[in-house]
């Protein structure tokens, strides 16, 4: 039975997209089966899995995609239980009650958050309409700088949150952002070992809080 997980929040610009595509591939390279579903108008998952699907043959790991509306993500994801390990959601920037069935669905919700007061704030909406449906996320510091008050202030914040602060910290890295434009995950990414290292720790974090 297929995992499925859910990329939420409201606030535009978070790097929900980013960090499904790139958690996706290190799935993937793992020898996990992987199956993403884009529910976002803007298309942007999908934009970068074509480009990865034009790519040479060369790239591994079994990952699938589809789009879904927001009340259809569940029929969607149900394709997927008996042929895929995990399903990947990502969702439109916002929290409304088009988001629930994609959080009704899932065995586990990330959300990822930037080193930001406002998205320290964005991400109280998630967090409570996620436990209204049964659900305790996973909040994951995302384009973080390193050494900053901003970062560290916003990480200890995110402990006092309804929510399970991940360890693994995302900076603000160049290589994601290449990365997807050449429709690859940080692990495929020539150049980027630092970025693949963290999003491998996040996959772990990712695992253990499915177990």
Known sequence: MAKIITFAQQKGGSGKTT??????????????AVALLDSDPQ???????????????????????STASAWGVSYE??????????????????????LKPALKVSDL??????????????????????????????????RARAGTKLTQSVKAALSELEAEAAE???ANR?????????????????GAA????????????VLASLD
């Not at 994801?77 to 895929?84: D, L, M, T």
């Not at 959300?111 to 996973?138: C, F, N, Y």
Request: aromatic fraction near 6%; glycine fraction near 8%.
């Open 109 to 142: 919700v990330v959300v990822p958050v930037t080193a930001s007061q406002v998205d320290l704030w964005a991400t109280e909406g998630v967090l409570d309409m996620a436990g209204r449906e049964g659900k305790r996320p996973l909040a994951v510091l995302n």
């Open 194 to 205: 630092v970025a693949a290292a963290e999003i491998a720790a996040l996959a772990d974090e």
């Open 19 to 32: 960090l499904c595509a790139h958690v996706a591939v290190e799935l993937a390279q793992r020898g996990h």
């Open 174 to 190: 160049v290589a994601y952002a290449e990365a997807l434009g050449a429709g690859l995950g940080a692990a495929e990414m020539p």
């Open 168 to 170: 693994a910290v995302i």
């Open 43 to 65: 298309g942007s998952l999908g934009r970068w899995f074509m480009t990865r699907f034009e790519r040479d043959s060369g790239i591994k790991g079994d990952l699938t995609f």
């Open 77 to 98: 994801a149900s394709k997927y239980k008996n042929s895929h390990e995990f399903v990947l959601i990502d969702t439109p920037p916002k929290i409304d009650s088009d």
